[in-house]
T-cell receptor, first 113, second 115 residues
């Protein structure tokens, strides 16, 4: 079946790196995604990675993809208090002939001084 | 900057009442999605439109939920009657192509509380 799993909480000190991990089930996903949700807000697409890539870097964000283990991670370098939010991993799944996003439950990142 | 507009932002309703949410997607986006996000969980797709047609409503509780996009632009999601378990954030998203989530944008959501 389709399932995306993430750890629920992560606490880091300001300035350290954060690593948020995710496992997924559908190996046919063309893209895998990371979304950010701040309190009371909608989802913001942070970054995504094409399934034939191992790594993608975008400023402070690094995405690592291990297709063999179906493991995705998001690393945030020099984590700031403004990075405190819930981070969702998502894979693509097929439904009715169209792609849909399947989200994990989200990892709540708390950044403390 | 173009954005997906949703209203209301917050809604409190009594159980057994009817409630409706509205979404205006980014101009030109043919694909519109409604997601439901229960507290502590990730969003789950309720319904997907391509223009005015529903292409996926497999997770929509059709005995009480309905969705329409009459002119292929804005959309309304209705719940009648509302139940306590419907309390959640309802998110609308749009994209230019179906399943093109690399270019999908989400609205701020409507937080529904059923009392």
């Amino acid at each position: 079946g389709e399932d995306v799993e993430q750890s629920l909480f992560l606490s880091v000190r300001e300035g350290d790196s954060s690593v948020i991990n995710c496992t997924y089930t559908d190996s046919s996903s063309t893209y895998l995604y990371w979304y950010k949700q701040e309190p009371g807000a909608g989802l913001q697409l942070l970054t995504y990675i094409f399934s034939n890539m191992d790594m993608k870097q975008d400023q402070r964000l690094t995405v690592l993809l291990n297709k063999k283990d179906k493991h995705l991670s998001l690393r945030i370098a020099d984590t700031q208090t403004g990075d405190s939010a819930i981070y969702f991993c998502a894979q693509e799944g097929r439904s009715g002939g169209y792609n849909k996003l399947i989200f994990g439950a989200g990892t709540r990142l708390a950044v403390h001084p | 900057e173009a954005e997906v507009a949703q209203s209301p932002r917050y809604k409190i309703t009594e159980k057994s009442q009817a409630v409706a949410f509205w979404c205006d997607p980014i101009s030109g986006h043919a694909t519109l999605y409604w997601y439901r996000q229960i507290l502590g969980q990730g969003p789950e797709l309720l319904v997907q439109f391509q223009d005015e047609s529903v292409v996926d409503d497999s997770q929509l509780p059709k005995d009480r939920f309905s969705a329409e996009r009459l002119k292929g632009v804005d959309s309304t999601l209705k719940i009648q009657p509302a139940e306590l378990g419907d309390s959640a954030m309802y998110l609308c998203a749009s994209s230019s192509q179906p399943g093109q989530y690399t270019e999908a944008f989400f609205g701020q959501g409507t937080r529904l509380t059923v009392v």
